[in-house]
């Protein structure tokens, strides 16, 4: 199994096509590809990124065929029960979406950041931690690897806020992935220049991770120094315009967050169009102001989920990795039958992960790649779920 299934063109109407999995149609934009009926692509995030062989692609459906069917047919008996908060949520995720679920690869490829923020682990005011930054070739060795050794068609580059990286490097960083393996690319390297993202857009990124953190502007400002909520929510409105895919949300059980401000977030996130849901659970860092603070139960991480789900049917929602911390065990499997039908796989070099210390004990630090991936299958094949496209998202169809 990979981490998407390729699927066939069935229809073309400018540049949104109609891809076939199965049975299933989802729509996709092309921006990048020349691609007729009868092609076989794969999409990501409801772009293609890439077409491959039919010799490739038949050998590929012929493997899945079976196990397709049979993954549906576990999921619908899963999200048949519509009592109560979690199963409802369940319940509308396979009636909007099916079983389809995307699995997304990050790079954490620098911790310097010039922001202070008061619960995250990077802030520049922690001496503790030992900072590193992925040159350029390391950058692209490990998006080259992820894509054409691991699979993934999906590609996160995440750092701190970290100026090293110029608009240049950046661009030549995206451009390289789009001419040699491409992969949707999204971008969570925090608040740059409008000419920057645009730059960025033009090289063929087309999707941003920015969390707003909280919607609340007071607890904005408290726990992020010297910024201004309503300045990074501009920014992520300006994104959008630019013609990004927004990935935004919160952090759930932030001290003095209330039920109010979690419920009016879930909103917020919606109303700024965000295509992927991702809230996390604030998790304490021992060196920071925040290190005293309780984590959030497991229920307040769920719910907001859930929430989010019941609230907007239609939308991706991610099961955050700070989830699986909150517990290990079970936080990836709750999470994803609540409500999420998205993960991320952390596929940042050995040496570099455990220094992304955004907060502690992050699950997987140790895991070799090649086990997480095979774990994660095992999780998603134990509840149904299939690595079909989750489809171009056009609000309000
Ligand atoms: N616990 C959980 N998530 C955190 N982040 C930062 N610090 C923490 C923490 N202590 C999240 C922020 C940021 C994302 C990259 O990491 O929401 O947007």
């Not at 029960?81 to 690869?105: D, E, P, T």
């Not at 719910?303 to 049917?313: D, L, N, T």
């Not at 070799?368 to 094949?381: F, H, P």
């Amino acid at each position: 199994m990979c981490y998407a299934i390729p699927g066939k063109v069935i229809q073309i109407a400018d540049n949104i096509i109609s891809v076939d999995y199965f049975g299933e149609t989802r729509r996709a934009k092309n921006e990048f590809l020349e691609i007729s009926v009868g092609d076989y692509i794969y999409a990501q995030g409801g772009f293609v990124v890439q077409k491959i062989p039919a010799s490739e692609a038949l050998l590929s459906l012929e493997t899945w065929q079976e196990l397709f069917f049979k993954l549906k047919e576990i999921d619908q008996e899963l999200a048949k029960q519509n009592k109560g908060l979690y199963q409802r949520a369940n319940f509308l995720r396979q009636k909007h979406l099916g079983n389809a679920c995307c699995i997304h690869g990050i790079i954490e490829f620098s911790n310097h950041c010039r922001n202070d923020c008061l619960y995250c682990g990077i802030r520049k005011s922690n001496s503790k931690i030992s900072r590193y930054r992925m040159d350029v070739d390391e950058i692209l060795e490990a998006c080259r690897f992820a894509v054409k050794e691991l699979n993934f068609k999906a590609l996160v580059l995440q750092s701190g806020e970290d100026l090293w990286y110029t608009k240049e490097k950046l661009a030549s960083i995206v451009s390289r992935i789009m001419k040699e393996f491409p992969a949707l690319v999204i971008l969570s390297i925090g608040e740059r220049d409008l000419e920057t993202y645009k730059e960025l857009y033009q090289k063929g990124a087309r999707a941003i991770l920015m969390r707003f953190e909280t919607g609340n502007p007071a607890l904005y400002e408290r726990y992020r120094p010297g910024k201004i909520l309503s300045e990074r929510l501009d920014l992520i409105r300006s994104l959008h315009d630019i013609g990004y895919l927004i990935f935004t949300g919160f952090l759930i059980g932030l001290p003095q967050q209330t039920e109010q401000d979690i419920l009016n977030d879930i909103k917020l996130a919606g109303a700024l169009n965000s295509e992927m849901f991702s809230f996390g659970p604030f998790i304490p860092h021992p060196d920071t102001p925040l290190r005293d603070v309780p984590k959030p139960s497991l229920d307040l991480a769920l719910s907001a989920i859930a929430r989010a789900r019941i609230k907007f049917p239609q939308s991706r929602i991610l099961v955050t990795t700070a989830l699986e911390t909150l517990d290990n065990e079970n936080g990836a499997r709750l999470g994803l039958l609540s409500g999420g039908n998205s993960l991320m796989i952390n596929v940042t070099p050995l040496e570099y992960k455990r220094c992304y210390e955004i907060y502690p004990d992050r699950v997987g630090l140790n895991e070799d790649i090649t086990r997480k991936i095979e774990s994660t299958i095992k999780l998603l094949q134990s509840i149904g779920r299939a690595p079909t496209d989750l489809g171009l998202y056009i609000r309000g169809q």
